[in-house]
């Protein structure tokens, strides 16, 4: 089965302090991987995806095929970080995308 | 360019009524995809349009439809609403020419059924 799978409902941090949103994923080919993240009151939008290996604000994923993870990273949490992130995935054929529960990131001063 | 937009912002229907909701893409964009995204839950795939017809459908009944028109917007039907029908409706849009193309976003209608 296709299925995306984001552990922490919530995940709460300081200021300055690293930060790790996981995902699972569970797909049988080779997959492409994407972050979406939602601030308040603005509409869902890319973050990032696997297969550019970039880094936007500060944030990186790496796709780990052993493990079937996508973990999302960034070394320094800044407050207006604070957002709502979703894990998805393309799981083939026409352009539709899988999506995880979402985890909230709460960065506080 | 305002992007994907969406129309109506809020709906509250009861049950067993039918309700339409519309979407604009991005300019350029010719594909439109629309997410069900229940409360807590991330957005979940009901179909795709693209030269006015459906050609990719998620795990959703017969009772959800859609019709993209020649200037590709498009319009998610929903007929017999059930209490379960209340979430938020997303619009997406890209182009055809990319399996992965990036998705952008409308704001999204907020569907109540009471």
């Known amino acids: 089965a296709q299925r995306v799978t984001q552990p922490e409902k919530l995940l709460s941090v300081f200021k300055g302090a690293p930060v790790e949103l996981k995902c699972n994923y569970s797909?049988?080919?080779?997959?492409?991987l994407f972050w979406y993240v939602q601030y308040s009151r603005q509409r869902l939008q890319l973050l990032l995806r696997h297969i550019s290996r970039e880094s936007i604000k500060g944030f990186t994923a790496d796709l780990n095929k052993g493990e079937t993870s996508f973990h999302l990273k960034k070394p320094f949490a800044q407050e207006e970080d604070s957002a709502m992130y979703y894990c998805a995935l393309f799981p083939g054929g026409y352009n539709k995308l899988i999506f995880g529960a979402g985890t909230r990131l709460a960065v506080h001063p | 360019d305002a992007g994907v937009t969406q129309s109506p912002t809020h709906l509250i229907k009861t049950r067993g009524q039918q309700v339409t909701l519309r979407c604009s893409p991005k300019s350029g964009h010719d594909t439109v995809s629309w997410y069900q995204q229940a409360l807590g839950q991330g957005p979940q795939f009901i179909f795709q349009y693209y030269e006015e017809e459906e050609r990719q459908r998620g795990n959703f009944p017969d009772r959800f439809s859609g019709h993209q028109f020649p200037n590709y917007s498009s319009e998610l039907n929903v007929n017999a609403l059930l209490l379960g029908d209340s979430a938020l409706y997303l619009c997406a849009s890209s182009s055809s020419g990319g399996r992965t193309d990036t998705q952008y976003f409308g704001p999204g209608t907020r569907l109540t059924v009471l």
């Open positions: 797909y049988s080919g080779s997959p492409e």
